[in-house]
Nanobody, 119 residues
Framework: QVQLAESGGGLVQAGGSLGLSCTASRSIVLINAMAWYRQAPGKQRELVAISTSGGTTSYAESVKGRFTITRDSAKNTVYLQMNSLKPEDTAVYYC?????????????WGQGTQVIVSS
């Protein structure tokens, strides 16, 4: 089990920047992957960025070059730096932890933090 607590959402104008933080209740070194998802009104939740314990990062095409996921293992925290924000980035952003055990994947979620980008 792992609890996740996000912070950093808010309102920003298009073209601006915002940073999100997600702190885990235990060491993220032992967690296979940490990720950020988002869900806009009326849409399905989608993967935004993922960072594996092996050091691999991956991004949705829509945010490549604008968003950066990083982790600070000493603080058990994962960050999402969002630059050049667009109105279509408006969504609730969720922190996610993935633990792979054998052939099973266990997902843990934070409560979500709202990001609103005004045009």
């Amino acid at each position: 089990q792992v609890q996740l607590a996000e912070s950093g959402g808010g309102l920003v104008q298009a073209g601006g920047s915002l940073g999100l933080s997600c702190t885990a209740s235990r060491s993220i070194v032992l967690i296979n992957a940490m990720a950020w998802y988002r869900q806009a009104p009326g849409k399905q939740r989608e993967l935004v960025a993922i960072s594996t314990s092996g050091g691999t990062t991956s991004y949705a095409e829509s945010v490549k070059g604008r968003f950066t996921i990083t982790r600070d293992s000493a603080k058990n925290t994962v960050y999402l730096q969002m630059n050049s924000l667009k109105p279509e980035d408006t969504a609730v952003y969720y922190c996610n932890a993935k633990q792979w055990v054998g052939n099973s994947e266990y997902d843990y979620w934070g409560q979500g933090t709202q990001v609103i980008v005004s045009s």
